[in-house]
């Protein structure tokens, strides 16, 4: 069975850094692309970034291109999304979604619970 | 990137179908064959339901499916029932290799 376990959220003031994770399971990890969207309350989904099965290939929306940067270590099943500079904006639950394949075209066919960041001082 | 552009409700009866549209551009939903739809339902997380346009991923009921004509994709889903209910999200690959999703939509079951 697939697990996507989120970890890493809290409350952040603004300006500041929090990194979330992803913990894997269930499936081989590193044939798979792996994703984070986002949802901010009472909104509708945003893709955030997505890198491929071997790190090759990155994306970032341009929302928080140059503020966040997704990483991943196969020999531990995990992804993570370092994420610097925050702002009240990027306040949403941060969903960990593993892709339908290796290439980071996004089609999300498993995801997490989500992690929830909150943004204020 | 723009959104992709969706009704924000739609409802029929049990039994019946219903068609939810998602328009976009020639540079994402008209350009590619990547264009996805996922249910979410109140408190859970999306679901995927159909994939590149028409694909049904294994253990999705056959009365969801998906089809494109030029920038607009849509979701039909057929015989509702009231497990339906939840809110639905297109979404499409675009141009510049990025993911643009649509509004969503909202689906009352009556």
């Known amino acids: 069975e697939v697990q996507l376990v989120e970890s890493g959220g809290g409350l952040v003031q603004p300006g500041r850094s929090l990194r979330l994770s992803c913990a894997a399971s269930?499936?081989?990890?590193?044939?798979?692309?792996m994703h984070w969207v986002r949802q901010a309350p009472g909104k509708g989904l945003e893709w955030v970034s997505s890198?491929?099965?071997?790190?090759?290939?990155?994306g970032y929306a341009d929302s928080v291109r140059g503020r966040f940067t997704i990483s991943r270590d196969n020999a531990k099943n995990s992804l993570y999304l370092q994420m610097n500079s925050l702002r009240a904006e990027d306040m949403a639950l941060y969903y960990c979604?593993?892709?339908?394949?290796?290439?980071?075209?996004?089609?999300?066919?498993?995801w997490g619970q989500g992690t929830l960041v909150t943004v204020s001082s | 990137q723009s959104a992709l552009t969706q009704p924000a409700s739609v409802s029929g009866s049990p039994g019946q179908s219903i068609t939810i549209s998602c328009t976009g551009t020639?540079?994402?939903?008209?350009?590619?064959?990547?264009v996805s739809w996922y249910q979410q339902h109140p408190g859970k997380a999306p679901k995927l339901m159909i994939y590149?346009?028409?694909y049904r991923p294994s253990g999705v009921s056959n009365r969801f499916s998906g089809s494109k004509s030029g920038n607009t994709a849509s979701l039909t889903i057929s015989g509702l029932q009231a497990e339906d209910e939840a809110d639905y999200y297109c979404?499409?690959?675009?141009?510049?290799?990025?993911?643009?999703f649509g509004g969503g939509t909202k689906l009352t079951v009556l």
């Open positions: 269930g499936f081989t990890f590193d044939d798979y692309a």
């Open positions: 890198i491929s099965w071997n790190s090759g290939s990155i």
């Open positions: 590149e346009v028409s």
């Open positions: 979404s499409s690959y675009t141009s510049s290799s990025s993911l643009v």
């Open positions: 979604a593993k892709g339908k394949s290796s290439s980071r075209i996004q089609v999300f066919d498993y």
């Open positions: 020639s540079s994402d939903v008209g350009y590619y064959n990547y």
